[in-house]
């Protein structure tokens, strides 16, 4: 495609300092279409969002416009909303609807741990992240989509998709289909903690892969938490476990070679050690205690959406082949099995670091 012809008229509806020369494909998101929009002044990055997953945009841009100015006025490094020149926090067209963000410039994502220090700033970034949206007034934030982390909610969903097997494609998938339906009692420990009272609900960034921090790239601190899409009411739970999913693997998420992916528990150490240190002062005891059980949990729920968007015919995540939702899942179930096999030993990790 070429993504000049096609988007030039669009981003030059928004409010840029300078001449729009150049726009492309950028990083590597599975949701929104992400372009790098460069001036002959500066560069930003341009989204067509998601508007299947994130019907209620006009929600959506009061939650991030809400967030990030929370955080501006704290002095806090964070995405930045261009306006159209019509005023407005997005635009839409017959192409779709889109939103643009500064370019944060000098500043680096991963797809994959390359040094275990990075690793453990990115949790502190994180953890503190969970402190700043502590402060935020909840009651101002729209839920963006229902029932994310819900795993139960997401088990009912795969089942139905495996009944209905519209692609003909369960029978390439036996093992993976097996390990989730015999995890089937695992799935319900969070909702009934939140449910209940006995783990507080918080409002979480739920989406806290490596690739959804900018680290910078000459010291490798983390400068700016991004993809606010889906901050809404959660636990913390998630927001730890969903970081161990992504980096504290040996391989990149969508690894072909299964026998390259492990869940490296040095890794968590380091994760946890940044996180655990920022959030100290407000993780509840059965919060710590069940931090291992949140990295088990994201990532056998990333597994089962992942099989799931398989058996539907990938509707949900950008895919680059065919296939490619069937090689996620694999890898991230072969580390729910190695993360659930690790309990006790990342158990004493955290009670270490929380001494
Ligand atoms: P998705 O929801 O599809 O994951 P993201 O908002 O995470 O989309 O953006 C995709 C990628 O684009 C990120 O992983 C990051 O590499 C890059 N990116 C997004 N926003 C910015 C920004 N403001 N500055 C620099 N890079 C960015
Ligand atoms: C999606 O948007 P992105 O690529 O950062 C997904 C997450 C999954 C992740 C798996 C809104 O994150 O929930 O964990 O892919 N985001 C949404 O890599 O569904
Ligand atoms: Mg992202």
Known sequence: MDYMKEFKATAEKFALLGNVISIEPYGEGHINLTLLVTTDEKRYIMQKMN?????????????????????RARGIETLCVIPTKAGERYLVNELGSFRVYDFIENTVTYQKVTDKEVFKNSGAAFGEFQNYLAEF???????PIKRFHDTPNRFENFKKALEADAFGRAKECAPEIEFVLSHADTYGTAMEGLADGTIPLRVTHNDTKLNNILMDEASGKARAVIDLDTI?????????????????????????????????????????????????????????????????????????????????GDTYFATKYEGHNLVRCRTQLKLAGEIEASFAEMGEIVKEILA
Do not use: Q, W
């Open 51 to 71: 508007t299947n997953v994130f019907p209620d945009t006009v929600g959506l841009m009061a939650n991030i416009c809400g967030v990030t100015e929370h955080l």
């Open 137 to 143: 007034d909840a009651s101002v934030l729209t839920e």
């Open 232 to 312: 809404m009411p959660g636990s913390m739970l998630f927001d730890f476990g969903d970081s161990i999913r992504f980096g504290a693997s040996t391989a990149a998420e969508d690894e072909k070679d299964l026998t390259k992916v492990h869940f490296d528990i040095e890794l968590f150490r380091a994760y946890a050690e940044g996180y655990c240190g920022a959030v100290k002062d407000s993780i509840t005891a059965r919060e710590a205690e069940l931090l291992p059980y949140g990295a088990y949990l994201m990532t056998v729920e990333c597994g089962m959406r992942f099989l799931t968007d398989y058996l539907s």
